[in-house]
């Protein structure tokens, strides 16, 4: 059966309560539901839920600014405090660790060796550097501050790179959509039917990139990296 709990959210000093559906809430923090409206449990906004005393209309307007039941219920549970069970928190917090070490494997390198780090290499050093990751928190909000915590163990640098890549005519078309996945800058279609791509994207995906395009023209393609 579901569990009726309540969100709350404050600010400055004014609480903002609202009864939620547990399994629903957990589903829309988890970005598996999207309807704030299918979580609610009651359509009132509330200053203390438990005891029933709504909020009013000029405190959910100086606050949120605007009085839109389902805008309010969205901020509420993406910032606000969501109770939730252990098994949850610990599953939220799992898919959020993950969610951190693939921003950085992809877009960090080793400035020693210009190499990118692997995701285990990564893994290490947020247990090493005694990283608390927060579960509730976009993952590319805290990348920041685990960043300088991690260059503590591990010496990391974000960084990107510049590509331009020359696809022969008959892989063209194939290689196109791939070529945009990459963060494709400019295009040349040249005379003899071949394209001509420069390119920008992070320096923790060019070996996966040049994987992918050797396999897709059968190591046909020049691949230029410009300093």
Known sequence: MSKVVVAKYTVNGERFEIFVD?????????????DAFSVLESEEIFEDANKGKRQSQDKL??????TDMIKIAEI????????????????????KRKQVIDIIARNSIDPRTKAPH?????????????IAIDPFKN???????????????LPIKFSTVRAEVDIPPEFANRCYNLLKQYGQKS?????????????????????????????????????????
């Not at 285990?120 to 005694?130: F, G, V, W, Y």
Request: charged share 35%; aromatic share 6%.
């Open 76 to 95: 509420i549970l993406k910032k606000g405090d969501v109770p939730i069970t252990t098994e949850q928190r610990n599953k939220l917090l799992e898919e």
């Open 118 to 130: 692997t995701v285990q290499r990564i893994d290490t050093a947020l247990h090493e550097a005694k």
């Open 139 to 153: 993952a590319n909000e805290q990348i920041d501050p685990i960043l300088k915590k991690i260059n503590l163990v």
């Open 187 to 227: 295009e040349e279609w040249l005379q003899d039917g071949s394209l001509r791509a420069k390119l920008e994207f992070p320096a923790g995906l060019k070996g996966e990139f040049l994987e992918r395009i050797n396999n897709q023209t059968k190591g046909s393609a020049v691949v230029k990296f410009i300093e």
């Open 22 to 34: 547990s399994d629903r809430a957990y589903e829309f923090i988890t970005g598996k539901r999207k």
């Open 61 to 66: 307007k100086k606050a949120f600014d605007t």
